[in-house]
């Protein structure tokens, strides 16, 4: 998230790092890069999580293919938590009020924040590999359908770990 908020800063006009020396107007501009880090993290998160998606579609259809059509509603399940997942990180409001418009945020919380976003991207990869186990158990019954249940799995931690994300937030901003 560090490297987001660096690209958000980086990109400022002219005016604005001006502007940026009126006093009070460097929080705002603060808040404004936070908040814009923010959304460019969650947009990016959601459409990797998207890319997951398609590629669960496309086993569905493997499936349908190879007539093991017993296994789509299992898969369906995946895809479903995959998919919510990707809406709420893309709908959700951008930061939370009490963090995000403090004019100077703690840094271990904002630390704490940008080390909890940064999960997204271990759930990416985690699930990603256990879709790359969900085409290699292709042709195995019993080794297929552990692979879907440990899928369907993952996908329920990313949306639970997105609940706790709004948690992170909202308890920093109390402090």
């Given at each position: 998230m560090?490297?987001?908020f660096?690209?958000?800063t980086?990109?400022?006009d002219?005016?604005?790092?001006?502007a940026s020396?009126?006093?009070?107007f460097?929080?705002?501009i603060e808040?404004?890069?936070?908040?814009?880090?923010d959304k460019?993290?969650?947009?990016?998160v959601?459409d990797?999580?998207?890319e997951?998606?398609k590629r669960?579609?496309n086993?569905?259809v493997?499936?349908?293919?190879?007539g093991?059509?017993a296994l789509?509603?299992?898969i369906?399940?995946?895809?479903?938590?995959v998919?919510?997942f990707a809406n709420?990180m893309?709908?959700?409001?951008?930061?939370?009020s009490?963090?995000f418009d403090?004019?100077?945020?703690?840094e271990?919380?904002?630390?704490?924040l940008?080390?909890f976003?940064a999960?997204?991207?271990?759930?990416?990869?985690?699930?990603?590999s256990a879709?790359?186990?969900?085409?290699?158990?292709?042709?195995?019954?019993?080794?297929?359908?552990?692979?879907?249940?440990?899928?369907?799995?993952?996908?329920?931690?990313?949306?639970e770990?997105?609940?706790r994300r709004?948690?992170v937030?909202?308890?920093?901003?109390q402090?």
């Amino acid at each position: 998230m560090t490297d987001l908020f660096a690209r958000v800063t980086g990109d400022q006009d002219v005016f604005k790092k001006l502007a940026s020396n009126i006093p009070g107007f460097q929080g705002y501009i603060e808040r404004q890069n936070r908040r814009a880090a923010d959304k460019l993290l969650r947009e990016t998160v959601a459409d990797r999580f998207d890319e997951l998606y398609k590629r669960i579609s496309n086993i569905q259809v493997d499936l349908v293919n190879q007539g093991q059509i017993a296994l789509l509603d299992d898969i369906e399940r995946a895809a479903i938590q995959v998919r919510t997942f990707a809406n709420k990180m893309r709908t959700a409001a951008y930061g939370y009020s009490g963090f995000f418009d403090a004019v100077k945020v703690n840094e271990e919380e904002l630390a704490n924040l940008y080390a909890f976003d940064a999960s997204f991207f271990d759930l990416i990869d985690k699930i990603s590999s256990a879709l790359d186990n969900v085409q290699a158990s292709m042709g195995d019954d019993n080794g297929l359908m552990a692979a879907i249940r440990h899928l369907i799995s993952l996908g329920r931690e990313a949306v639970e770990t997105f609940e706790r994300r709004s948690e992170v937030i909202t308890n920093a901003g109390q402090k």
